[in-house]
C-alpha cells in the first residue's frame, strides 16, 4: 500500500474514531405522574384548564436542574419525555378530576368541549432546584367563574425537597409540587360560589 493511500485510510480512520467520541448516548426520558389528593365536596360542574404557560426558560427539551447564580443547569441527556407544558396541563386535569369528584375538568386543548362553569389559567414562573436542593414550584393562577366579574388570583410557591440527590428525586419532587398546586387550586374550586 502506498503512503498517499495510508495516509487517507488513516485519516478516515481518525475522522471516523472522532465522530464517534462526539455522538452521546439515547438520552433518558422523564415523565411528571399525577399525584393523588384529598377530594372535596362541591366544586363547579364543569370546569375547562385553559391557558398553561411556563417560563420561557424551561421551553426546552433537557430538564433544567437549576436557576440558581445567574446561570442554567442542565443535563444534557436528561429529558422531558413531552413538552413541559402539555405534561403540566394534563397532570393537573387529571389531578383536579380526582380532588373534585363532582366536577368534570375539560383541558382547552382537548377533543372534548363543553360551557364552563368555571375557567382556569396558570403561568409557572420556576420549576427547578434552589441552593439547599430544593424543588421550587412558583405560579400564578386565575380562576374565572362564570357569572362573577373579577377572576380569582392566587400566587402559590411550593418548595419540596427532593427524595435522592439525582434528576429521578428532581422529578420526584416536581410530580409533589404540581400535586400540592392541584390542592391549592382544588380548595379555591371547592369553596368558591359556582360549587354545587
Same mark, same amino acid.
Given at each position: ?21 462526539? /455522538?452521546?448516548? +439515547? ?32 421551553? *426546552? ?5 437549576? /436557576?440558581?447564580?445567574? *446561570?442554567? +443547569? @442542565? ?6 419525555? +413531552?413538552? @413541559?407544558? !402539555?405534561?403540566? %396541563? %394534563?397532570?393537573?386535569? !387529571? ?6 369528584? $363532582?366536577?368534570?375538568?375539560? /383541558? ?6 363543553? &360551557? ?17 436542593? =430544593? ?12 357569572? !362573577? ?5 392566587? &400566587? ?9 440527590? +439525582? ?12 400535586? $400540592? @398546586? ?10 368558591? =360560589?359556582?360549587? *354545587?
Amino acid at each position: 500500500m502506498s503512503r498517499r493511500a495510508c495516509a487517507c485510510l488513516f485519516g478516515a480512520l481518525s475522522l471516523t474514531a472522532a465522530l464517534g467520541a462526539c /455522538s452521546s448516548p +439515547d438520552p433518558k426520558l422523564y415523565t411528571i405522574a399525577p399525584v393523588t389528593g384529598a377530594a372535596k365536596i362541591g366544586g363547579p360542574k364543569i370546569i375547562v384548564l385553559e391557558r398553561v404557560e411556563i417560563a420561557s426558560y424551561l421551553q *426546552r427539551s433537557q430538564i433544567v436542574r437549576s /436557576s440558581e447564580d445567574y *446561570r442554567l +443547569d @442542565l443535563k444534557s441527556n436528561d429529558w422531558w419525555g +413531552d413538552a @413541559l407544558g !402539555q405534561m403540566l %396541563r %394534563r397532570t393537573l386535569q !387529571q389531578e383536579l378530576g380526582q380532588r373534585l369528584p $363532582q366536577s368534570v375538568v375539560l /383541558s382547552e386543548t382537548g377533543a372534548v368541549t363543553a &360551557s364552563p362553569d368555571a375557567t382556569i389559567d396558570v403561568d409557572f414562573q420556576r420549576l427547578d432546584e434552589d441552593r439547599s436542593g =430544593n424543588v421550587v414550584l412558583q405560579a400564578q393562577v386565575s380562576v374565572s367563574l362564570k357569572g !362573577q366579574k373579577a377572576p380569582t388570583l392566587r &400566587s402559590f410557591r411550593f418548595a419540596v425537597p427532593l427524595p435522592v440527590p +439525582d434528576v429521578t428525586g428532581e422529578v420526584t419532587a416536581i410530580s409533589a409540587a404540581v400535586g $400540592q @398546586l392541584a390542592d391549592g387550586l382544588a380548595s379555591v374550586l371547592a369553596s368558591s =360560589n359556582g360549587s *354545587r
